[in-house]
């Protein structure tokens, strides 16, 4: 099949089918389905820790559990795994919830957290110190460490290991009662020192932390371990499989032991790969550094791989739900080029933008032989892809403003755009000649450029059909609207953002150029309605969005959600004839 072709993680890109394949995960849940496992229930959960905004991997894993559990007519759950209070926070909490939404998907009143399970926690290590199976360690967390071993030696027994029950459960009790200092004593699990999988040497279960969480405030001060409170807070939500990430592979045996020794419902859990993107990192603590450290204005700073951020810079919940079904489930690890998420969005956005006209960086052109307060509404297109939409009027007037990459004074070679003495083509106007060019006489930059039209030529008429190499976007100066335009690329300049050289770190592979801020745009007078979040074309120029934050009634602010050309599809043909 052909994502499990998926290339390994040395930075090659994979090759992924255009339309989302079917994958080991649904096979195993249609299987259990046919055997009538879990009394035919399809049951899942989405466990985002909160501690850092969403971002497009969170995606693939909210698609891939609400996705399986609509299709399986089964539930998904939203569970906060909120069991680390010195990380985490309600703002996190907030988003979280405002971002699964927003991708389209509902938990009902499903809103669970681990540290509701706090108390139920405590009372399942209680039953495994009775049944020999925990007991509490003195030992810190470097001598844990050094007593584990390594992957070549066995580790070594903790002296503490052959406490007895009723020690255990006194010491366990005093734990919790905030009578020791934290990482002074921890509660551990009694497998196997010698195992070959570290995570079943003795893994701790509780630490000691006398932090105020932002739930459960100071009612407790010795917190489960996520190995701890995963599988049992699964097993409590009547979970029936379990879908991580394959980090967690290793851990399957553990939570698999817990589930066992306390003979509670046993869930099974289930890894697939996560998404990794060029260009991006999606590592949470990163993130949280491009924050904190101000390269970036925030979590929803449209450059941001967050849900916020994308959301922020342009992408619909479609574009992304196509996208995360496209590139599949697979078992190994592999990067998904960049250019296949901005081609979903193209697709989605294609189908449904306005187009408008507008000029990012205007070089105005007076038309000297159209009348001085003439005014024509000319029609324009608003959906040449959704006839339903119509046409709108757009103000034509003698001076105008066109694009400065539209003009050169002396064309290169296969430039058939606008220069001295040439003709062009104004889209749904008319045929205009460039018959001189304004300078600032200090600076030699060109000012204003003088031009003729022809009234013949005027778009749709019967003589229209006279014909020029090239038709350019405009607006009127008199009726259109000035505007900022944020211009965005790739944060990172690598593909592979973590690869650096010795001495240097990650952060040095960011991007100087990601952001370009045009502060004197013009666009065309219809965009004076336009609300936040609202999407067009600009013509020629990419898919635009109304930015959420700083965009006013009279001081629109746009960002470039995506450029026109394609380079996915580019690829993608390549690949084909190849
Ligand atoms: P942390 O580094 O804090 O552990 P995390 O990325 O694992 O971060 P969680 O909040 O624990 O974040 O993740 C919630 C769920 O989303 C988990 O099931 C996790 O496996 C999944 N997930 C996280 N990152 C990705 C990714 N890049 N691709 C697919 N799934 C992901
Ligand atoms: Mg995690």
Redesign the pocket.
Known sequence: MAETKAAESSGAVAAIPESGPSHFIRNIVTEDLKRGKNQGRVHTR????P??YL?I??A??ICLNFGLAAEFDGLCNLRF?DTNPSKEDVEYVDSIKADVHWLGFDWDSREFYASDYFPKLYQFAIQLIKAGKAYVCDLSADEIREYRGTLTEPGKNSPYRDRSVEENLELFERMKAGEFADGVRTLRAKIDMASPNLNMRDPVMYRILHATHHRTADQWCIYPTYDFAHGQSDSIEGITHS???LEFEDHRPLYDWFLDQLSIHHPQQIEFA???LTYTV????KLLQLVQHEHVTGWDDPRMPTLAGFRRRGYTPEAIRTFCERIGVAKRNSVVDIAMLEHSLREDLNKRAPRVMAVLRPLRVVIENYPEDQVEELEAVNNPEDPSTGTRKVPFSRVLYIEQDDFRETPPKGFFRLSPGREVRLRYAYIIKCVDVVKNPRTGDVTELRCIYDAQTKSGSSHSNRKVKATIHWVSAAHSKTAEVRLYDHLFTKEDPDEFSEGSDWLTNLNPKSLERLDSSRVEPSLASAESGDLYQFERLGYFCVDNVDSKKDALVFNRAVTLRDSWAKIERTQKRG
């Open positions: 989405f466990p985002p820790e501690n850092g971002h991997g969170h693939k894993s795994d879908i991580c990430t996560r998404l990794n999606l590592s949470k603590r």
